[in-house]
């Protein structure tokens, strides 16, 4: 009773140090999670219906898988950052425990590129939730989306939603990651091939800086929504994000507490230790948006990093 009582409570405060959407005002109160006035103003009403419905989800995967990593910890302390700059406002989160070692949030508007791969926007929000386990029968996840309206009327939906298994994950494990992802898939009427072969670093179609030499290792059961033939945002695509999304996060806890008790060997941990060290690698060598400092590293380290790299 007294475990369930904590779990509650620490529950309740995952949702209390949620963002909240609240009604804007000045555009140097505004929250990454709301609609400045200058957006606005820029976007059409229904552009802002559209955006509107983003932020709610966003705000509400953030409450819900932080809070399930809170039960799966038995608490919950928070670490939160703001980071405003000339080109963008990013906020970071933090929590860590016992069975979720470190699970990470970042939100972030852009408000002008701040590098030449970059275009001006109307409306920009990346959200990315990074899961460090206890567990090496988890690997890790990286589960990322991007929401763009721009100035010609074109829109975009990007992202990366995929575990990095390593050695120790369970093929049963990795299959019903892809059987969660395919039904969503069937359910929206998405062909979801190009996603999940751009993903897939055995299909040689995710390459990042260095000739792919310290790209991270996909599991290919996930998903990468970025490329020359990406989404553009409207409310049947959205929608399919949002079960997408969350349908994986969730599957990924799930596998979590399923091997959370599991026994460990030596040989287990050294498979963490490289799936760690791959994800480091990636961050700092491939993926050009963190390698490349087009997010800055104090935001992107506090929320992706993992939370021990063993070299």
């Known amino acids: 009773m007294i475990q369930r009582l904590f779990t509650l409570l620490a529950a309740a405060l995952v949702i209390a140090c949620a963002p909240v959407m609240n009604s ?15 957006e606005r103003a820029d976007l059409t009403d229904d552009q802002i219906a559209l955006a509107e419905t983003i932020l709610d989800f966003l705000i509400r995967m953030d409450q819900k898988h932080f809070e399930r990593a809170a039960a799966l910890n038995g608490g919950l302390a928070l670490e939160t950052k703001d980071f405003r700059y000339d080109f963008g406002h990013y906020q970071t989160k933090v ?15 852009r408000t002008k590129p701040n ?11 990346f959200f990315g939730i990074d899961i460090h386990p206890a567990t090496p029968f988890a690997g890790m996840l990286h589960a990322t989306l991007v929401f763009q309206f721009f100035e010609d009327g074109t ?16 093929e049963q494990d990795i299959a019903m990651l892809k059987q969660t992802l395919d039904a969503r898939f069937d359910k929206h009427g998405v062909d979801g091939t190009k996603y999940r072969r751009s993903t897939c670093r055995t299909l ?10 310290y790209d991270r290792r996909g599991s290919c059961a996930g998903v990468n929504y970025y490329g020359p033939d990406m989404m553009p945002v409207t409310a049947a695509n959205v929608a399919f994000i949002d079960d997408a999304y969350d349908s994986f996060v969730t599957a990924y806890m799930d596998i979590i507490e399923a091997r959370k008790d599991d026994p460990v060997t030596d040989e287990d941990i050294a498979a963490q230790d490289g799936v760690r060290r791959n994800w480091f690698e990636d961050q700092t060598m491939a993926d050009p948006f963190a390698a490349e400092q087009i997010v800055p590293y104090e935001v992107w380290s506090h929320a992706f990093l993992p939370p021990v790299v063993k070299f």
């Open 24 to 38: 804007p005002e000045a555009d140097r109160q505004a929250t990454p999670f709301e609609l400045t006035a200058k």
């Open 95 to 109: 929590t860590r425990g016992p069975v979720v070692e470190k699970i990470g949030r970042m939100m972030g508007s």
């Open 115 to 125: 590098t030449e791969r970059l275009q001006q926007t109307q409306f920009s929000r």
């Open 155 to 170: 829109s975009h939906i990007g992202g990366y939603v995929d575990a990095l298994p390593g050695e120790a994950m369970a």
């Open 204 to 213: 040689g179609l995710y390459r990042g800086l260095n000739e792919g030499k």
